[in-house]
């Protein structure tokens, strides 16, 4: 008896749960202190294991009595419902007061259980941002990929709902979503909200954290707005996470409904996955950015050149019922420029582009030339077509503030079998209609049609006349560092001295040349003539700095072209390093592969290639992205509005860093002033040029004497 009592007191005092039962009846013979108070149990005796223990009515279906011997303990671990206790449990059969019973020894691993949990959560969670990081950066398709996201993330949740929501201008666009099996989408729904409707989520957002609501009917209350919208989602519980772009809030990402286990890591989750989001959210608004850069204009809205050469390249015959074309001309728009300032120019095209949009379709309106706009028309009767011509030469007859008239010409065409003839006639009768504008005044070195020698350039013979004449010379305009404000290179600019002696700047001729393909006659001119100069530097000992020469698009699908400057290279001793070669785009190229791959081969010869003009008509996307260029040049219009143009600002600094990320050197032209200068400093842009703040265009000489400094 003395042996039974200390044998009890021995069990009565360790720390762990133990119990002996008869396994035959199931009936519990001892329990210790530590099960007691555990079990909240005060007698045990007459009771049945399985009802005290398990809140049982029969034997556990999982019980080891049939696995027990009394040379060793079975071990095995098992979660208690009726205490949410996780046990390590050891077995074993023993003689209690001379009969053969069981024993249990329950070790609370609880806690233990609970972090080995958490840590498998924590590793699930970041397997999961792993996998949903890399499908955001293995697909093309953002909008696909974030969709497969949030269907990643839904169900890692067990939620109702996984979305993104984006805000612009105070107000917030569901623009994507996942929905889980029976629960009904709400996307299309919640389009256009007011942002004050999560107005007491924002200062958690501003701190970067997590808002967690367990319970919506909370908001009731606090924030019936909020209530009513998400009430009528059935939503009863969500936790959103907030996005930024720029240190800007963006929107969020956000769980509706989700299971209360999983509450503890989500918020780490969303959050990782906000980070990731924003950084593929900034990816897909630079290419927008750049696609709209592509093909529209900036300062008027209208489609541009790329744009408006795409719809020409895409034309089948019989696609359309009727086609019709009108060309538009601003008339005097460089005396305009000239005599009211840029700033007004400007603002006739943007007027222009407006009147249009009163009778016409934005996707029927391009704009092909600093002053000239097509409008193409589809599947309009004669009688249709010419009556919104005519409204059309009405709305430019009322009188506006601004002085200007436009010169039109119009065609149509039933069952359209090509574009380009009836932009030749459309093109035609506008140039007849100008002239009604011309007859009469001053000669104009605008007007192509009345400047007959210029026109006589068109001529194979009188072209290279001019050339050996000398009638052709080459001024120089420098460009600066932004961060020395130092000269750094130059660009060599074509200047035509007519038969009186007057200078006429290449907008007046260079047109004339595409037109009939003799452009390249010129532009070889040019990079010989730049090879001889730098040439002559160098004997003379100045201070030789890189020169860039212009090429037409038109001298780029010249098949033998690399080669032919690389002949001219060698012929005269020219490190090709001091050598810039810059595309343009004002003429149509009739072979786009040829094109790409005359630049690929200049890259492979060793030429530095620039994209001239990006921003209004030019550089088309498509060469942006898939051609090694080393310089992208910003056209001046969006130079010129800088100070006033916050949009511009965005552009330019996105532009940046895009260049920056690719290792293209960023270069603006048209800087006039110096608050135009110090924005360019803050929006990273690398160098400046072709702006009157440092120089106009100079002669050779005055060039010279200004910047190539002879070395001691």
């Known amino acids: 008896m003395k042996r039974d009592i200390n044998t009890l007191s021995l069990l009565n005092e360790i720390s762990e749960l133990v119990y002996v039962s008869d396994p035959e009846t199931y009936e519990l013979l001892f329990v210790n202190q530590t099960g007691c108070q555990t079990l909240h149990l005060e007698n045990y005796k007459h009771k049945k294991c399985y009802e005290v223990l398990q809140g049982k009515t029969s034997p556990c279906e999982f019980c080891t009595n049939d696995r027990l011997c009394d040379d060793n303990f079975y071990t095995w671990e098992f979660t208690n419902p009726s205490i949410g206790r996780h046990f390590l449990l050891k077995d074993k059969i023993i003689q209690w007061r001379g009969k053969t019973a069981r024993m249990e020894i329950a070790f609370d691993i609880t806690e233990?259980?609970?972090?080995?949990?958490?840590?498998?959560?924590?590793?699930?969670?970041?397997?999961?941002?792993?996998?949903?990081?890399?499908?955001?950066?293995?697909?093309?398709?953002?909008?696909?990929?974030?969709n497969a996201v949030l269907t990643q993330i839904g169900e890692f949740l067990v939620s109702d709902r996984a979305y993104v929501f984006e805000i612009k201008d105070e107000l917030m666009n569901n623009t994507h979503e996942w929905t889980a099996p029976g629960i009904s989408p709400q996307l299309e729904k919640l389009q256009q909200l007011d942002l004050s409707l999560i107005s007491d989520w924002l200062p958690f957002f501003e701190k970067n954290d997590c808002i967690i609501i367990d319970d919506v009917e909370q908001l009731q209350k606090t924030n019936p707005a909020a209530y009513a919208t998400l009430h009528a989602q059935k939503i009863t519980s969500l936790i959103a996470a907030p996005i930024f772009l720029d240190n800007k809030l963006a929107g969020y990402i956000g769980i509706d409904n989700y299971d209360?286990?999983?509450?503890?890591?989500?918020?780490?989750?969303?959050?990782?996955?906000?980070?990731?989001?924003?950084?593929?959210i900034r990816h897909r608004n630079h290419v927008d950015m750049l696609h709209r850069l592509s093909y529209h204009d900036l300062l008027t809205n209208a489609l541009n050149r790329n744009a408006f050469m795409d719809v020409l390249s895409q034309f089948r015959p019989g696609q359309y019922a009727s086609a019709?074309?009108?060309?538009?001309?601003?008339?005097?728009?460089?005396?305009?420029?000239?005599?009211y300032g840029h700033h007004q120019g400007d603002k006739i095209l943007i007027t222009t582009v407006a009147k249009v949009?009163?009778?016409?379709?934005?996707?029927?309106?391009?704009?092909?030339?600093?002053?000239?706009?097509?409008?193409?028309?589809y599947d309009l009767t004669e009688t249709d077509f010419y009556e919104k011509f005519n409204l059309l030469r009405n709305i430019f007859c009322e009188k506006t503030n601004l002085p200007f008239s436009i010169a039109t010409g119009s065609c149509w065409v039933k069952s359209p079998s090509d574009l380009n003839s009836l932009l030749q006639q459309a093109d035609s009768a506008m140039y007849t209609d100008k002239k009604k504008f011309y007859y009469g005044k001053e000669k104009t070195s605008r007007y192509r049609h009345n400047l007959d020698d210029i026109l006589n350039l068109a001529n194979y013979s009188a072209l290279q006349e001019a050339l050996t004449a000398g009638q052709f010379c080459i001024y120089f305009q420098p460009k600066i560092s932004l961060d020395t404000e130092e000269f750094i290179g130059s660009?060599?600019?074509?200047?035509?001295?007519?038969?009186?002696g007057e200078i006429i700047a290449p907008n007046n001729f260079i047109p004339i040349l595409e037109e009939a393909r003799l452009i390249k006659m010129l532009d070889l001119y040019v990079f010989e003539e730049v090879c001889k100069q730098i040439n002559i530097?160098?004997?003379?000992?100045?201070?030789?700095?890189?020169?860039?020469?212009?090429?037409?698009?038109?001298?780029?699908?010249?098949?033998?072209?690399?080669?032919?400057?690389?002949?001219?290279?060698?012929?005269?001793?020219?490190?090709?390093?001091?050598?810039e070669l810059e595309v343009t785009e004002t003429a149509e190229v009739d072979n786009q592969l040829v094109f790409s791959q005359a630049l690929e081969k200049l890259?492979?010869?060793?030429?530095?290639?620039?994209?001239?003009?990006?921003?209004?008509?030019?550089?088309?996307?498509?060469?942006?992205?898939?051609?090694?260029?080393?310089?992208?040049?910003?056209?001046?219009?969006?130079?010129?509005?800088?100070?006033?143009?916050?949009?511009?600002r965005i552009l330019i600094r996105s532009l940046a860093v895009i260049c920056s990320d690719l290792g293209i050197k960023l270069i603006a032209e048209g800087v006039e002033t110096l608050e135009q200068l110090d924005i360019l400093k803050e929006l990273r842009c690398n160098e400046v040029q072709q702006g009157y703040l440092f120089s106009k265009p100079l002669p050779l000489n005055d060039f010279e004497n200004k910047y190539l400094q002879i070395l001691r």
């Not at 550089?619 to 219009?637: G, H, V």
Request: glycine share 4%; with cysteine; hydrophobic share 45%.
């Open 603 to 648: 890259k492979e010869y060793g030429f530095s290639i620039s994209i001239d003009d990006f921003g209004v008509r030019n550089a088309s996307l498509s060469l942006f992205t898939t051609i090694n260029f080393d310089i992208l040049k910003l056209d001046r219009s969006l130079v010129k509005t800088l100070a006033q143009n916050q949009k511009a």
């Open 537 to 579: 530097w160098k004997e003379r000992k100045m201070r030789v700095k890189p020169v860039s020469i212009n090429l037409s698009r038109s001298t780029l699908s010249y098949h033998f072209l690399a080669d032919q400057l690389l002949a001219l290279i060698t012929k005269h001793n020219i490190d090709i390093s001091l050598l």
């Open 324 to 339: 019709g074309i009108i060309y538009i001309d601003i008339n005097g728009m460089k005396e305009i420029n000239d005599f």
């Open 491 to 500: 660009e060599a600019l074509i200047r035509y001295i007519n038969q009186a």
């Open 112 to 146: 233990r259980e609970l972090q080995k949990q958490e840590l498998k959560n924590m590793l699930d969670v970041q397997t999961l941002i792993t996998n949903c990081v890399r499908m955001l950066y293995a697909v093309d398709d953002l909008d696909q990929t974030i």
């Open 260 to 280: 209360s286990e999983k509450i503890k890591n989500s918020s780490y989750l969303l959050l990782s996955m906000s980070i990731f989001l924003s950084y593929a």
């Open 357 to 377: 949009f009163n009778l016409f379709k934005p996707d029927e309106l391009f704009r092909i030339g600093g002053d000239e706009f097509v409008i193409i028309t």
